[in-house]
């Protein structure tokens, strides 16, 4: 399940005109299920009002009176004791200063300096302020407290300089929050291999034969593993999907790269979810030129590709690793039997089968529906699910199956 939901989040806004992209990312945050706790500064109020805030998140955005309020001087004790995580997206280089030197001066830095959770923050300024040695050092000193730095990046500035300063985009943002609550779940310092897309086998510089393979469940499955607190690493081919925050990704294009970058990869891995689209041939030689019309070229001498699963398979054998291993099959008929057969051929744990057929499953589409078979026999159908519950459900029995392995 998405680490966000549910989570209390205090968003500190600071004096930035990067003030609006928090608004966005309250939004987004909310949108996840989190309960968002805005507090601005007095500086953030004129470039964006709580009023903004509270229209997103439907709490109460606080503003430094809110200090002196009813609750009195226990508001940000309550703020920041019961939170989950601290981000300070715009934060800048006047309350980074702060911060860095335990001043608690407003309703902000108070609830900073009372706050026992992680604290994440995006700096953004302008000109050259972010490069200044004082900012320089303030920013040393919070990373070595433990503070998250998402950013900042290069671009233009309000006041048309270029440089580096400007807040990262709010899903980048996102991303960042997303990782560190997912951190200490239940596959925390279990290291998972994922593959995903089609591979493409070079007919000559400019084609190549690949499939109709999207990357989506590949992409959901790696998610799914970061947000149960796993050590993700994702090889994958280029599909144009946003990539999971957190994952360490290899480029591959062929099978012969995916099979090298799975091999080394799962040499110490814990679980291999092998959902790429692998091609079974390839061709015979690659033309080194453009293949012309003038070639008159009639066919393709193909040769098989390598197998990755069945090489994984007989290593696994040997050395014991990667301890689990899931594959797919995707079929257009006798699907429960095919699949069966490649899970008995492939030393598989767990596979995961899906009628292509099926409009509404399988590939480029959002959802699937799919049938999970182990190796005593035992088959569970799932019901039509998105990709990325469909994921979830996987890993939850990646779960089981490891803690069986385990006892
Ligand atoms: N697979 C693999 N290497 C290949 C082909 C497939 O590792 N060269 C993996 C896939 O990633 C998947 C599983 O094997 O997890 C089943 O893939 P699928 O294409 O359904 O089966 P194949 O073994 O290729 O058999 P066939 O194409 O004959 O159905």
């Not at 205090?10 to 990067?18: D, M, Q, R």
């Not at 589409?365 to 799932?382: A, F, H, I, S, W």
Request: include cysteine.
């Amino acid at each position: 399940m998405n680490p966000i939901k549910d989570k209390r989040i205090t968003l500190g806004v600071t004096g930035s005109i990067a003030c609006y992209k928090a608004a966005d990312l309250a939004s987004k945050l909310t949108q996840a299920g989190a309960l968002v706790d805005v507090i601005l500064t007095e500086s953030a109020t004129y470039f964006v009002q709580p009023i903004t805030f509270q229209s997103v998140t439907g709490r109460k955005a606080f503003v430094d009176k809110d200090m002196w309020s009813d609750q009195g001087h226990v508001q940000h004790i309550g703020l920041g004791h019961n939170t989950n995580l601290v981000v300070l997206a715009p934060l800048t280089a006047n309350t980074m200063a702060k911060l860095a030197h335990g001043i608690a001066d407003n309703l902000l830095t108070v609830t900073a300096l009372a706050a026992t959770c992680p604290v994440l923050i995006a700096p953004a300024m302008d000109g050259g302020m972010y490069t200044h040695p004082a900012t320089q050092t303030n920013l040393q000193v919070l990373k070595g407290r433990g503070a998250v730095v998402i950013g900042p990046e290069s671009g233009r500035f309000a006041s048309g300089m270029v440089g580096l300063g400007r807040m990262s985009e709010p899903p980048v943002i996102l991303g960042h929050i997303r990782h560190t609550l997912a951190q200490g779940g239940p596959l925390a310092g279990k290291k998972v291999v994922v593959t995903a897309g089609g591979t493409r086998e070079p007919l000559d510089p400019v084609r190549f034969l690949t499939n109709r393979s999207s990357g989506k469940q590949g992409y959901a499955l790696a998610q799914a593993a970061l947000d149960l607190g796993a050590t993700v690493t994702l090889v994958s081919t280029p599909t144009g999907l946003p990539l999971p925050h957190g994952a360490e990704v290899i480029q591959v294009d062929t099978a012969d790269d995916m099979l090298a970058a799975v091999l080394a990869q799962t040499a110490d891995a814990d679980v291999l979810l092998m959902a790429a689209a692998v091609a079974d041939f390839k061709a015979a030689a690659v033309s080194d030129h453009k293949i012309k019309k003038s070639d008159k070229v009639a066919s393709l001498k193909l040769t098989r590709a390598p197998d990755i699963l069945m090489a994984v398979g007989e290593r696994k054998q040997q050395t014991g690793y990667p301890r689990l291993t899931v594959g797919f099959a995707a079929e257009s008929e006798n699907l429960l039997e095919n699949a069966a057969a490649k899970l008995a051929a492939k030393s598989l744990d767990l596979i995961t089968a899906n009628d292509i057929t099926a409009p509404d499953a399988g590939f480029s589409v959002e959802t699937n529906r799919v049938t999970l078979l182990y190796p005593d026999g035992r088959q569970e159908k799932l019901p039509l699910q998105d990709k990325a519950e469909v994921a979830e459900q996987i890993l939850d029995r990646v779960i089981q199956l490891m803690t069986n392995k385990d006892d």
